[in-house]
Structures are given as structure tokens and as C-alpha cells.
């Protein structure tokens, strides 16, 4: 193996890479361009593209600017930052159980975020802000718990099994005691769902994402280099605890505007990162992969949720049913090969 | 040694029917000691006795329950050798849930025995999932995979679940206050349906309790002392499956007593299963009365469901116990 080779094979991967991430985003973008022409009405592509470059047009202006965007928007930023929240946690405690959506602090931001719309009436910006003080509450909560002369992925995965199962039963409550909301919008809530989509709805979430994403992408080699240990990271020249509590606070905030936007969509944070992950030559950075991989996973399930299988499901259920199996799936499969979780 | 388990357990009996009294007593209408007497006489005239007749079905069944639910979980801990098995941490009440969500959805289900079948059934097949899927690879079984297996396993049945759910609106309204698991519509003709299975599955574990005690020692040297391990664990695990699945049916799936009253009995009577499973019977119905007796009096006028309150209760005993193993044995 010669210095020739080596370079050669990084270049080739260099570059698959980047054709991957292409790839990605223009399978997003056929994605986006499909739910805003298919619907209760067909719009060409060419009334879309008019609607986008801000022509009035007839019928299309109100259906696809004003109905059809938000909820596509919605759905791209709350995938992204659902992927970027979740790989962020996978490779900081190298395990693949470990995200948010899991360990619980999408509930804990549901939990919040269930109280703020339900008990006390706040609007979106609001709801976005106690959502992310409940999921910070939860993170640092379930962190001190499981931090006992030492610190194991282990046991901080049951731990946070534990404090979800505990904010489940608030949501439920909170939820129950709802003289507002039936009971069918509820449950659409809890599965995650980009009903009711709107501008304002969006903007926290939106501008959350522009700050929070570029800082992630930024850090994405420590990210990578914490991903080989903690040792080999400090010996890489990161700073341990400042990085580990920049990434924490970045990746729980994005889980926190997106479950308030979106409530929290099932299972996008854990299946975006080991989807990315197979699919990327190893040694790349998955950051980025897995924002993508998770924006698709939402539009797209959006889309099959709404006009594919005869009634209107939230799209949480659609990645709920695509991916428990697959959790299921990755338990087997370390289980079978004897690698500790 | 005897003498002070007989005593704990005539405790624990003593402290169930103040517990069951009290649940009786106490709820939305406050009643005088008058009234609560004159009713328990058999009187029916009254306010304040129609509210204490309707509370009776109420505490019967959430006895039942709540010692059906805590035999299932010591049984259950004693057959995996596991400190965090519990019918809801390993999935089997979800599999109960979705299999009555789908006899109700597409099979018009709605005969109380069938409930109680199609329940145990989704019951036990969870049972079997979750165990096979938590030990393959090496070690077998081990806390961690089975609780991993078991919370994989729930979170894909519950998407199962709103998936039939969702579009269904006409059972939406009766599933979601069953789901939450609750005590509060019990009616005396559900009560006698589901008694005799939580009979017969009580009958089955507390008869294997001197098998699972060997169990305990290690599945080698409990063979060696003439057990057979197989058809022990076979015949406990059916009559878990059973408790937990008939519990199930009647009030929803409720979380966490199957864990914490197990725990709490090994501390006062040991880890004799002869008798644990007896005191954590009565543990457990005492835990669930007086969880449905917060409920109600928490939130007056309201009601908090019995399954919510034992969630809150349960999963910090849950993190403690997580908290007390070391890493190796997780």
C-alpha cells in the first residue's frame, strides 16, 4: 500500500461521496416537486414554478404557496434537523440506540411542548422555546442519572427508555384532558404530523435550522474524531467537554424546534443515521448524508401518507411502520454478531 | 423466619382492605362514614350510597389487576433471570393492545371472552418475539438486550396500533381511554368474564414457584437437582403470559407494577418464591388500589388514570434499579 494508492482510494471516495450527496438532493428535490403538483387538484409543473417565482396564478396561488409549501418546507427542515439531532447523538456515544427519539428527549420535548399548546394556549414561537427548555431538561436529566463513577452507553440508553416512558405518561394525560383537541388531532400529534402547516409555524424552526445546521456541519471532524473514542479524540487535538456540550446543546435544540413544529415524527432521528451510514463510504462524515436522508424520509413519507394508502395517515405513522421493523432489524442483527450495543 | 413472613404478609393483607376501604370512600363525591356503612349494608337509597355502589366494581377490579399484573412481572423476572422484565418494559401488554386494536378494527370483536383470547394471544406472541429476539448472540439473554427487545418491540406495535387506529373514528374514543390503561369503567359482568382466566393464571404460577426457585440457581444445577427446565419455564411463562394478557383486556395495558412490587417484596419476604409470589399478589393490589385512589383524589374533579399515576411511580424505580447494576451485568 503505497502513498499513491492510499491517495487515489481517498480521492475515490472523495468523490463518491459528493456524487452521493447529489444524488441525495435531487432525489429530495423530485420529492418536493411531486407534493407540491399532486393533490386534491393537479398543477403542472410549469403553474408550480410560476406560484414559486411569485406570479399570481389563479387557483395554484392559494393551493401551492400557501398550502402545499409551508407543509413541504415544514417537512424538510424537521427531517433535517430530526437526521442532523440524530447522528449527532449516534456518534458521540457510538451507538446507534442512542438517539434522540429513543433515549428521550424528543418525549421530553413533546412533553413541554404538549403543555404549551394544550394548558397554556402559547403560540408557535413560544411553544418552540418551552419545547426546547423541556427537551434541555430531559437531556441534562437523563445524562446526570446515568453518569455513576464513570459513564456507559448502556446503561444512559435504559435510563433514557425509563424517563421516556415516564414523559409518555404526561403527554398522554395532558392530551386526554383536552377539551379542545379531539382525540383523532391528538393522536396525529403524538405519531408526528405536518397537518395545519403554516408560514408562522415554520419560521422558529427555520431559523433555528440556519443557525444550528452550518455550526454542526463546521464540527463535523470532531464529530468524527469523538466517533473513534475519547481518547483518540483528545489525542486528535478536540477539546472534549466544550465540543461534547456544543454538539449536546446544538443537536437537542434542533429536536426541540422540530417536535414542536411537527410534533415528534417517529423513529426520523434514528433510522436517517444507520440508513446514511450504509449507503456512504466508510469513513466519511455522515453529517450531512443523514440531514439528507432524513429530509427524504419525511417528505416522502408525507407524501406516501397522504395519497397512497387510501385514508390520510400523519406521516409518523408512515415512518413508524418503516421504522420499528428496521429497529427491530439492527437489534437482531448486533445481537447476532455479539457486538455490545 | 417464618413467623415474620406470616406476619409481613397479614400486614400487607390488613393494610389491602384499609386500602380497598379507602378506595370505596374516597373519590369525586366526598361520602360521611353513615353513608359508607349503610351502603356496604346493602343499602341503595341515596346519593352518596349509588356512588359507593359504583365505586365496589371499580376496587375489585383494580385488586385483581394490579395482583395480576405483579404476579406476571415476578414471574416473569424469575423466568428470564431478569431485574427489568415487566409485561409492559418487554412488550407483551402492547402485544395484547394491538391484537384487540385488530379483532375490534377489522374482526368486529366485541365479545368480552373474545377480548380476553385475541389479548392473551398478542400477549404471548410478543412474549415469545421479544424473548427470541433478546437472546440471540452470546450471553443469552441478558438484561440489557431484553429490555432493548422489549422497547423495540413496543415501539412497533404502537405504531401498529395508530396505524389501524387513525382512520377509525368510531373506535377511537373507546380505544384511547382503554389504551391509557384505567379502572374506571368496570362493570361486574366484565369482572366475572376475566376472573376465572387471572384465577387459573395465578393457580399455574404460584404452583411453579418452588420450580422457579430452583431456576434461580442456573439452569445446569436446578437440571441437576432434578428440575425440568424446559417445561418449568414453560408452564410459568404460559401462566405470566395468561395474567398479564386477561389484565390487559379488561383495563389496558398499565406499565411498571409488574416491576416495582416484585423488587420491593424480594426486599421485606426474600426471594423465596413460595413466598414472594403470594405477598407480591397482595403488594400488587394494594399498589394498584392506591394508585387509582390518587388518581381520583389528585385531581379532583377529574380523574387521572390509574395508568398514568403508576408510570409516574414506576419508571423512577425503574431508572434506580438501571442505576444500581453495574455496567458488566447490564
Redesign the interface.
Known sequence: MTATTLRAGRVHRRQRNALLIAGLCVALLGVVAVTLMVGNTFYSPDEVLRVLLGEQVPGASFTVGELRLPRVVLGMLAGLAFGMAGITFQTMLRNPLASPDIIGISTGASAAAVVGIVVLSLDETAVSFLALAGALVTATAIYGLSWRRGFAGARLILIGIGVAAMLHSVVSYVLTRAAAWDIQAALQWLAGSLNGASWERVAPLALATLVLAPLLVSRRRDLDALRLGDDAAAALGVRLRPTRLLLILAAVALIAFATAAAGPIAFVAFMAGPIAARITASGASLLVPAALVGALLVVAGDLVGQFALGTRYPVGVVTGLIGAPYLVYLLVRSNRSGASL | MSTARLAWVGAGAGCLVLLALASVAFGNREISLHELIAALAGDANGVGQAAVAARVPRTVLALLVGAALALSGATMQAVTRNP?ADP??LGVSSGAALAVVIGIAFFGLSDPYGYIGVATLGAAVAAVFVYA??S????GATP??L???G???S??????V??V???R?DI??TF??WQ?GGVGGAEWDRIGVVAPFLLAGAVIVVLSGRGLNTLALGDDLAAGLGTQVRRTRLIAALGAVLLCGAATAVAGPI??VGLVIPHLCRLVVGSDQRWLLPFTAIAGAGLLVAADVLGRVVARP?E??V??VT??I???F??WI??R?K?RA?
Open positions: 427489568l409492559g418494559i429476539v433478546g440471540l448472540g452470546r450471553g440489557l438486550k429490555a432493548l427487545a422497547a423495540a418491540t415501539a412497533a406495535l404502537s405504531s401498529l395508530s396505524a387506529l387513525l382512520p373514528v377511537l374514543t384511547q381511554f391509557i406499565g411498571f377529574e387521572i388514570e395508568g398514568i408510570a409516574l414506576g419508571a423512577p425503574f431508572i438501571v442505576r447494576q455496567v447490564l
